[in-house]
């Protein structure tokens, strides 16, 4: 018998650790490997250190995950950190966003009963970083559920070799808008707000088929895309269209950050299935949705020819506080008895939140939007004792009413109070009120939604 050493990396979010072991193995199947496959580290005393790093020589590294995973669960629960795989120069992290949502409506115009639970968002998957230039991702999406369809959520692959540059193609979420930028971890509400969610549904979100180029660095984020239609069942990728973000921070000190934005996106070719006009709907749920009510904005789907959105964003980090706020006009051409006609939909959102326990939210260039707040401490588990806590509130208003399309006009209200006991966990609970004024469903509603999401 042999001792070969081995080193497992835990990544949180307030840094990362090796987990060393040496594992005793037989000498004639060490002859056999090719090179160990893991990095060199010194002794554990714990247990299932010990496994994981037997089971990452003993299998192959492939059926290794899958059972690593299920190890990683215990080291998730017990420190609040996620493996992080080295072999080599290749890293390999885990991904995962499962979040469930419980709620209902109090108060409404119209009887919506009962509580609704949905597990909103149920991704899975790993990221893969190889020689510091190449960055993989492949990340399968469960949900919703219920009645969600199962699809590909990300499928990209960067090149990030050259300085202050990224070249994407694939399937991921090219940049466009402040919120829609914040990974769903780090949003400040449990859903965006709906102009943020209508505008870029249009050819920038999430599962969208693209090529990317980007260049980001301290103050400022530049990114161009040519995009298609988004993954999945029942979708079709013939759409065509081209989606920009330049974004400035004019002011960047300890305590003050000035975030400046502008967005745009245009669809010269609209999606359509064979034997149907080009066109597109617009639509959002009342920014929440635990599967009680249909979508109060809907234009229902439209024939038309192109179709743009351009905004402008906005925010100011000052020690403990975050502004921010984002406004776009929705331009469509649509052909009507040989006649063009134009529409013009609009919106806008203003927000504010307060870190009352821990890190402020920062600021990343990659993204041009900013993280979560965290703890302010090498500390993952309950922060200061109680976890970090943050208050926000926020007031939209998204306005699809134009010309003889009515797809209703939306003004909403919220706060929310959000809690990370751990580093991964984050709970929160959102109070609502809405009102929408035309479209399918005239409403005025009182909503209370809660979510427990991990994400990591």
């Not at 090719?34 to 010990?50: E, M, N, Q, R, T």
């Not at 403990?320 to 063009?340: H, M, P």
């Not at 326990?357 to 993952?380: L, Y």
Request: aromatic residues 10%.
């Amino acid at each position: 018998m042999r001792l070969l050493p081995c080193t497992i990396s835990l990544a949180g979010k307030s840094g990362s650790v090796a987990t060393d072991c040496i594992v005793p193995y037989p000498k004639d199947v060490l002859e056999r490997l090719s090179a160990p496959d893991i990095k060199g580290c010194s002794s554990s005393l714990h247990v299932w250190k010990f496994v994981i790093c037997y089971l990452l020589l003993k299998i192959r590294w492939a059926a290794a995950l899958l059972l690593v995973g299920g190890i990683g669960c215990m080291q998730v629960a017990r420190a609040a950190t996620v493996p992080s795989f080295q072999f080599g120069d290749v890293t390999i992290k885990p991904y995962a966003t499962e979040q469930l949502d419980i709620g209902g409506f109090p108060q409404t115009s119209q009887a919506v009963p009962g509580v609704g639970v949905r597990a909103g968002r149920l991704r899975n998957g790993a990221r893969i970083t190889i020689h510091n230039q190449i960055e993989l991702g492949g990340i399968w999406d469960f949900g919703p559920a219920p009645g969600g369809q199962m699809r590909l959520f990300e499928g990209q692959a960067s090149y990030v070799g050259l300085k202050h540059f990224v070249f994407t193609i694939g399937i991921f979420k090219p940049s466009f808008g402040l919120e829609s930028m914040q990974a769903q971890g780090d949003t400040t509400f449990i859903e965006r707000s709906s102009i943020s969610t209508i505008t870029r549904n249009i050819a920038a979100g999430i599962e969208r088929q693209a090529v990317q180029i980007e260049a980001h660095g301290q103050r400022y984020h530049v990114a161009l895309s040519g995009t298609a239609g988004t993954a999945g069942p029942g979708e079709n990728g013939n759409q065509r269209a081209i989606v920009f973000r330049l974004v400035g921070v004019p002011i960047r000190m300890k305590d003050l950050l000035i975030h400046i934005g502008f967005s745009g996106e245009w669809v010269f070719r609209a999606a359509h299935s064979p034997g149907e006009k080009p066109g597109m709907a617009f639509s959002d749920y009342p920014e929440m949705n635990v599967g009680l009510t249909s979508k109060y904005l809907n234009t229902d789907r439209l024939t038309l020819n192109s179709v743009g959105a351009f905004g402008l964003e906005a925010a100011a980090a000052w020690k403990r506080f975050l502004f921010q706020g984002e406004a776009y006009d929705i331009v469509a051409k649509r052909s009507v008895e040989n006649d063009t006609r134009h529409l013009n939909f609009s919106g806008w959102y203003a927000q504010t939140s307060y870190t009352l326990i821990g890190k402020a939210r920062q600021w990343k260039s990659r993204a041009a939007a900013f993280s979560s707040p965290v703890c302010d401490k090498k500390q993952d588990v309950l922060c200061h004792g109680s976890g970090v806590l943050e208050a926000a509130a926020r007031y939209s208003e998204a306005n699809l009413h134009s010309g003889s399309i009515n797809g209703g006009q939306q003004k909403a209200w919220s706060a929310t109070l959000n809690w990370w006991p751990v580093d991964i966990l984050k709970i929160a609970l959102q109070y609502e009120y809405g009102t929408i004024q035309g479209g399918r469903k005239p409403e005025n509603f009182h909503a209370i939604l809660s979510m427990i999401q991990i994400k990591f």
